[in-house]
Each structure stands twice: as C-alpha cells, then as structure tokens.
C-alpha cells in the first residue's frame, strides 16, 4: 500500500477546520462536482494546473515569451483556453518572483502516512489525525484507502470529507478504514442542487443514508452561500433530510469571501459576484433553530 500514488495538490499541517483537533490536511485533485460557488477551483481538474499568484507578479512578461502554446499572460481575466498547457513549466522556471506555481503534483500512500507519522505528537495532545479532502477523495479511491489504511496500523485518527456523489462501493470500502465522514450536503431541492453542483442530489443522499446504516460516524457539514441555501427553510430542510437517514450531528461552515481571489489564480471570473459571510448572530440563529429540531450542532471556528 505505501507504493500506491496519487495526486495531491496541497498538504496543511496545521489545519482546525477539518475534523476535531489539531489536523494534517491532504487535498486532493479532481472533483465530480461543478459547485457555482466552489471555494477551490484549483482542486476541480483531475490534472496539475499551472496557477499565477498576481501579488507577486511584476508583469516582466517572461512567462509568455517562453510559453510554446503561448498561453501565458498577466491579465486577470485572459480569456485564452489553458486546457493546451503542456505542463513544461517553462514559464514556472522563468519566474524569478514565484508568481506561478504548479498545482497538483503525484505522491505515494507512503510519503503521505509518513509525514503524518512526524506530527502524532501533536495529534495526542489535540485529539487530532489526518483529514483527506479535496476535490473529491472518492475519486481516487485506492490512494485514499492505502493512505487512511497506513494511518490506522500508526493509530492516527482520520477523517474523509466528501460530497457523497460516488459508487457506493467505493464509500463502503473507504467507511471501513476510517474514523469520520464529514459530508457535505448542498441543498434539499432537486431542481436547485443540480443548477448548483451540475449534478443530482438523489445519489449524495441514497448514500448517506447508507452510510449511516453502517453506523458510521458521520458530521453532515452545510456550505453557507448567500442566496443559494442560507436561508432558514433551506438550513432546516438539510436538517431534517439527514435526520430522517439517520445522521443527527450537523456543522455549518460560514461563506468565506476570500475564495474568489482563487480565480484570479486561473484567469477566471469569479462567479458568485461580491458576497459577504454572513453574520456571527445570523449562524448563531441557524444553529439554534437545528438544535430546536433535536440536531447535535458541531461548532466550527469562524472565518476571521
């Protein structure tokens, strides 16, 4: 299993948001989903991506003169089609200020348990462990397997986030190997969750309520997005849809505005326009009508 590989565009050590503890967060790329509001683009394609930094760029255009697709530029909003890099990296190595950095990159199950091996000192005093998210780790079933099944012979606690849409074998095998699922639902209309993500929700909840029937340990985490599925209704429909399969712990994870400057990185725009992150009383209100419903709302710290 420490031979199995994978591809992994960034790895946080020091991680709070993802399960309980201190955590060592592994992303991993590619994602079945196409969220509007998709806080890591740079984690959708299952490929490495050359991404560009703007604050460091100086704009001395030596990335275009190298590139032989020519398709580097410093414009925010280039609208050429990168699908045509190369992957070189010429442009990466001719960029003496590390505005331009390659995402993705492939790792083995063994570096990954490693690592994690370095920091269990620090997942003891935390009640910490290892979080795998991405992208989608489903999508790369064998690497997170090999990954969480080395994690468990060093007795280090782990965590999968996914967002449900995947072969329900592909679940099972990894519900057998892992501490915690934190699984993400989008919205409880069928209508609104395939304009949303651009897929079906049936499958995402036909899995979690499979899932629970395995009495895995499950956190139902809900993306806030302003005007998408913020609203009381929405919030308490997702409440009481992951009741009614069996999950009754639920975390609401605040809009972080923050996610647009990612776009840039790609010369995209930035879909969802100008939002803010709702208020600290408005979550709180959320969260108080889930516990009304009987739900165990898990807190999580808010974005600053």
Not at 114 to 126: K, N, T, V
Not at 148 to 170: M, Q, S
């Amino acid at each position: 299993m420490r031979d199995i590989q994978g591809m992994v565009f960034a790895v946080d050590e020091m991680a709070t948001h993802d399960g309980p503890g201190l955590r060592m967060t592994v992303y991993l790329k590619g994602c079945p989903l196409r969220c509007v509001w998709c806080h890591s683009p740079e984690s959708i394609s299952p490929r490495p991506e050359v991404v560009w930094y703007p604050t460091r760029c100086i704009q001395c255009g030596k990335c275009a003169e190298v590139c032989p697709e020519g398709l580097r530029s410093f414009l925010p909003l280039d609208p050429k089609d990168r699908s045509g890099c190369l992957l070189c990296q010429l442009c990466v190595d001719a960029c003496s200020q590390g505005a331009l950095e390659v995402k993705g990159g492939i790792v083995s199950a063994g570096e990954i348990a490693d690592y994690a091996g370095q920091l269990i000192p620090f997942f003891r005093r935390s009640g910490g462990g290892v979080t795998l998210t991405g992208g989608e780790p489903t999508l790369q079933d064998d690497f997170t397997i090999a990954i969480l099944t080395l994690c468990r012979h060093a007795d280090i606690h782990t965590a999968v986030e996914t967002c449900g849409f995947a072969p329900w074998d592909k679940l099972e095998r990894i519900a057998r190997v892992t501490n915690l699922f934190l699984f993400d639902l989008k919205h409880p209309d069928e209508k609104l969750h395939r304009r949303y993500t651009g897929v079906s929700g049936k499958p995402i909840i036909e899995n979690l309520a499979r899932l629970a029937s395995l009495d895995a340990a499950l956190i139902v985490r809900v993306p806030l997005i302003p005007g998408c599925n913020d609203s009381p209704a929405t919030v308490r429909a997702i409440g009481r849809r992951s009741a009614e399969v069996g999950v009754r712990r639920i975390s609401l994870l605040p809009f972080n505005p923050a996610s647009a400057g990612k776009y840039v990185w790609l010369h995209r725009p930035y879909p969802l326009g100008d939002l803010k992150t709702q208020s600290d009383a408005y979550v709180a209100a959320l969260e108080g009508m889930l516990r009304d419903d009987g739900l165990e709302v898990i807190p999580r710290p808010r974005v600053c």
